[in-house]
């Protein structure tokens, strides 16, 4: 177990895996989450920041799934599913991906719409960044965000991240944020 830390972890469960923040809990994602990660990812309004630009289909968030789920086999870290303590019902995912392409860590979050202004992001973001300096040992972690999202921007913003410009990634046009341990 964690003790309380500024950035809002209560505990880390499971081989610090799984985190609790105040009302949150960041738990790996299991093949039974399929059915409301589809719902979360299909809203096109939660797609438009995606690099294709739109909602997935059913087809790609089960792909999705999968691929978070095997991050975690691959590098013993990854994106958790976001849920809420009070129902655990998930609202979406938060965690720290390895660009295969860069080698960079970046923290990587996404909400469903209806949990969109409420501090959840912010509140997961400041989580991850935790885990990945604290049990990792990361020197480094980056954000990516479309130059036009000012919210993803202000929640990057928020977690103490630093603007170091755009960059393409996965072939669109980026800001690129870091932050050092």
Not at 66 to 90: P, R, S
Not at 125 to 148: N, V
Request: glycine residues 8%; aromatic residues 10%; contains cysteine.
């Amino acid at each position: 177990m964690l003790s309380r830390a500024p950035w809002g972890i209560d505990s880390m469960e499971n081989d610090h895996k799984d985190i609790r923040t105040d009302r949150l809990i960041l738990r790996q994602f299991t093949s039974d989450d399929l059915n409301a990660y589809a719902n979360i990812m299909g809203d096109y309004e939660v797609g438009r920041q995606f690099p294709k630009g739109e909602g997935y289909t059913r087809e790609e968030s089960t792909r999705s799934l999968d691929i978070l789920m095997k991050h975690w086999k691959n590098h013993g870290f990854g994106i958790w599913a976001i849920v809420q303590k009070e129902d655990e019902t998930l609202i979406g995912r938060c965690g720290l991906n390895l660009i295969d392409e860069t080698s960079e860590v970046e923290v990587d979050f996404l909400l469903a719409r209806s949990y969109w202004g409420k501090g959840c992001a912010t509140e997961a973001a400041k989580a991850a960044l935790e885990y990945g300096f604290e049990t990792l040992k990361l020197d480094r972690i980056i954000a990516l965000s479309r130059p036009d999202n000012a919210a993803s921007r202000k929640v990057i913003e928020k977690i103490g991240m630093r603007y170091m410009g755009e960059a393409k990634y996965w072939g669109i046009t980026c800001a690129r944020y870091e932050i050092t341990r």
